[in-house]
């Protein structure tokens, strides 16, 4: 794989927008996540996070869902150093990746039909439930007229979306692509969540224990990479090789793992297979919550390491069933990171990026 | 770089298989009528597999059976069932129903209890079609399933001739599918799209579309694979390109410049001129807005006597699945020589430029091309070839 440089980032989670406030999150580690609307625990992203009027007059009537994928894209950008009017606006693909789409927005839709009948569904509600809805606000936002795609899969989405990035900017057919993740919480998938996972009562998962039947907590937000093959704008490193594979092979010759046990891909003991005893190792989960697309918070969390040569301690290390944890925050020489997840057929997907 | 298409799976209210279908366009039968899959108070009439008997499991979406059963077509037209295994094969398939979770008895439940059973949520977890179809074949390799609204087919197709070009699969499995269901009926039936008649695309008084259901599954190869295997190709994909209105949810561009930038960067992606185009199938919803653009951009680069037509006359709109179904449509018509007339077109629209072909028409040449547009501001182009004129294959 050619590498594939990453010119900017932006991100939004539970603990806030942006860059600093998701490396702050790195620095403290878990805290208590927020309480959903019916009681239950979550990670969601604050309300003030989604305000910021220079963008929503170009979303005005968007959903919740693509609000966090616009912030999150517009933010990349910006954090390139590119301004939004001044981008090649043929010449920048966009790709979102997805494990539920706008699910808050679909259960609207059905509500219209329950509550006034087949015939009176809002337009504007049904509009937004498209899964592309973020994707098509991303685009005007940012004013792009070059490819424009939405993908959706419940395990490896950003892995393959990357993928795909990688296959365009290979093509020559994009000089650059944004491509990043957008998830979101809400009653009926908490609901959901509760039934089909174990749910840590005390809202803190612990993504080192590699269990069974891992603790689980939602979680949501979105992450976004500007990304290309001009190493001139690099600014975070690159993403240097992608496998998904059913063996339990990972890169021996990099300075740090990072597993992505978001508690949702069913049992995490496949991790205990995969870490080498001597390549420390680091999870962060419990800082953002479960949630399928989380693996992009992963990479945006070691393309922080690779570009300060620090290293985050773990979020929380209860029961850490893994060797050579990474439990303290120091600097340290960091020349490649990698980033594991698993799904639920006990394949893995490996993300290897370096400085 | 040539990617070749060695088998076709294509399920639809015209068809299911290659036969059917063609029966169908030969009589330019429309095989639509009211909605038997669910109850509904809305008069649209919907095309419907009625006969599609081939369900894989009991316990998975319509969506993914047709997915499966196509793909299934198109593997065993390959001759690539028995001999999947330890290949390099990615999947890429577009979906629209196949990707929601939009059970309204689940919700209805949920919110008045406060629980709900499980059932819809595991058929939903278990319904992702590239995943799925990874899981069936149990294969291994690059998978996506794309959710760009209506021209998810085309762009699955796209991926996948991404993938074989940039070396990351020998073979791809690629298209789309589609069920009809109760919410995006209820949805389209919200924005006012949804004729209360059999549609009729670019047609003067068109007042909107049917919605149907299917599946079209394109197998794809990389030349070195095809000759491995000793195959010979039913088409070649030549050209794709798409791009992003960046103006409106649901509306397209009136401009129309997007199909047109979608178009002319396939047309460069096949290294063709516009003149070698023999005809053109068209996305040609029959909603006003659609047609109206779509015409209007054929006609500024092709000209006023290019054959175009929309299939959707004959298949209702298949969302996800049409992009793939009309790639599907274009290799049939290569392979005959002969492109059905635009079912349920009339009279000329003033505003619109040129008429789609009204009979079942004669075609020359070597090169086909389709296009799909869908809600999000998506426009996606495909140039197929015939294989006819390599000779060396």
Redesign the interface.
Known sequence: MKPVFIEGIGIISTRGRGLNKFEQALKEGWVEPTISVDGRKAYRVPKDALIDYNILKKVRRSDRFSRLAVFAACDAIHDSGLDIADLD??SVG?IIATA??P?AT??K??????DY???????TT????????A???V??A???????????????SFQ??L??A???L??G?LKKVLVGTVDECSP?ME??CE??LSVAQNGKMSPLSCLKRPKFVPGEGSAFFLVSHDSKNKKYGAFTEIK???DSHGWTDVDLSIIGTNAMGGSEEVYKDVLNEGIPVAAYSSIYGGFMTGNAFECVAAALMLKNQKQYASSNIDGAEVWNVVDKSKKRELNQIQCISHNN?R?LAFIKMMK | MKIYVTGLGLISAAGEGEKEILASFKAGKRRAGPVSLFS???QSPAYEVKSFSRHHYSKILRTLNLCLAATEDALNDASLMEEIRGKRIGVAMGT?VG??????DF??E??DK???P?DS?NLY?EG?L??GIH?FLET?G????????CASGT?AIG?AM??L??G?CDIAIAGGADELN??PF???????ILSDSLCSPFDLNRNGLNLGEGAGVLLLESERSMKERKKKPRAIMRGY???????H??SPDPSG??LE?AITGALIDANLEPDSISFINAHGTATIDNDLVEARILYNLFGSTIAFLSTKGYTGHTLAAAGALEAGFCILALEQGWIPGCAGFKKLDPDIPIAPVTQKTQIEGHFALSTSM?????DAALVIESPEQEGDI
Not at chain 1, 126 to 133: C, E, L, Q
Not at chain 1, 143 to 154: D, E, L, R, S, Y
Request: proline share 2%.
């Open positions: 606006h043929s966009i539920f789409g699910h679909i259960f839709v059905s509500e219209d039909i329950i009948g087949e015939k009176k569904v809002s337009p049904f509009a937004h439930s498209i899964h592309n809805a994707a098509s606000y685009a005007s940012l004013g792009c007229t070059g490819p424009v795609m939405t993908t959706t899969q419940f395990y490896f393959q979306a993928l795909l990688s296959s365009w290979d093509e057919r009926a609901y959901i039934e089909k998904i594979t059913s057929k394949q | 509904t108070e809305i629209s990707s929601v979770l939009n059970d309204i919700y209805r949920f919110r406060g629980s709900a499980m949520v977890l992702n590239s995943s899981s291994e690059p998978s996506i399933t794309v959710v760009n609204a762009n991926v991404s993938w070009r940039t990351l109760k919410v209820c949805g389209f039936g919200s924005l006012g390109d798409f791009s992003n209105d960046a103006h949810l649901t410049a997007g930038r869908g809600f999000g501001g998506c």
